[in-house]
């Protein structure tokens, strides 16, 4: 029997309502009775964190995750110090504001090798583990769609970020399995068997992908629109033990021209009756 879904796990991307600052996204997330949010990093500069921290439990609202920390890979040594600093702000902002998650978008250098780029990953995510549980904030590996493979992550599988977890094998290490960059995949079932025996499965992230799609990033669909069969990943991912929040992050340059409280409410029936 297919299990039907609420409103108490629908958690909201703030980057899926794009025109709206922090402070409206809380407010609107709110008054729709919307309970989870996750929050782009770009939205916390030069904000007091403890005030938004307050604000979001003034609203009730619990932060599912921090997007996005990673790009760890880089042919200089330099780059790939620095970018430790940057996952460790990330962690510092996590912390501040109650967020017991960063996402991770693992990055890729077009002048190394995916191999090396992947080697980099690793060692990049074991530097910071100790500083993470520290602050009591987990990293969620997102592998990425293949076509971003050049650019913005060399982890393109769900193997391959099993792979990644296996090999650093540390509470404090998952994944985020998003229906985008995953829905494509014949190993899909067994890849999401596996994270689950693993207890790694650490987000779940749901949208659609349009046929003909005009943009790589910014041309995805509400859940329904398009032909990823988001029910059936969604059960897959049940079935290996997650419950947590379920994530709506939608990039579209079509919705973002709607009107955003009227797009709230689209999500919320497509969260109902298509995921």
């Known amino acids: 029997m297919e299990n039907k879904l609420d409103l108490n796990r629908l958690c909201v991307h703030t980057q899926t309502t794009k025109p709206w600052d922090l402070e409206t996204c809380i407010k609107e997330y709110s008054?729709?009775?919307?309970?989870?949010?996750?929050?782009?990093?770009?939205l916390l500069e030069n904000q007091n964190l403890k005030e938004v921290r307050r604000t979001l439990q003034d609203h009730q609202l619990s932060v599912t995750s921090l997007v996005r920390g990673g790009?760890?890979?880089?042919?200089?040594?330099?780059?790939?110090?620095?970018?430790?600093?940057?996952n460790k702000k990330a962690i510092d902002?996590?912390?501040?504001?109650?967020a017991p998650l960063i996402v991770l978008?693992?990055?890729?250098?077009?002048n190394?090798?995916?191999e090396t780029s992947r080697a980099q990953i690793?060692?990049?995510?074991?530097?910071?583990?100790?500083?993470?549980?520290?602050?009591?904030?987990?990293?969620?590996?997102?592998?990425?769609?293949p076509m971003y493979a050049a650019d913005k992550s060399a982890v393109v599988s769900l193997a391959q970020a099993n792979d990644i977890a296996e090999q650093l094998n540390h509470?404090?290490?998952?994944?985020?399995?998003?229906?985008?960059?995953?829905?494509?995949?014949n190993q899909l079932e067994q890849e999401i068997e596996r994270c689950g025996k693993n207890n790694s499965i650490f987000a779940f992230h749901v949208c659609d992908w349009l046929s003909p799609t005009t943009d790589m990033l910014n041309d995805r669909g509400l859940m329904g629109e398009g032909t990823i069969p988001v029910k059936q990943i969604r059960?897959?991912?049940?079935?290996?033990?997650?419950?947590?929040?379920?994530?709506?992050?939608?990039f579209s340059e079509r919705l973002w021209k709607k009107n955003q409280t009227a797009f709230l409410n689209e999500i919320k029936e497509a969260y109902i009756q298509h995921t």
Do not use: M
């Open 31 to 42: 008054k729709a009775g919307i309970q989870h949010l996750s929050i782009w990093r770009h």
């Open 71 to 86: 790009f760890f890979t880089a042919v200089s040594q330099s780059d790939r110090k620095a970018a430790i600093e940057v």
């Open 93 to 98: 902002e996590a912390e501040a504001i109650g």
């Open 105 to 110: 978008v693992c990055g890729a250098d077009p």
């Open 112 to 114: 190394q090798s995916l």
């Open 122 to 145: 690793a060692d990049g995510i074991h530097e910071l583990l100790p500083y993470a549980k520290a602050a009591n904030v987990k990293l969620a590996i997102e592998p990425l769609h």
């Open 171 to 185: 509470p404090f290490v998952g994944i985020a399995i998003d229906v985008y960059h995953l829905w494509w995949d």
């Open 235 to 250: 059960n897959w991912v049940e079935q290996a033990g997650f419950q947590g929040p379920i994530e709506v992050e939608i």
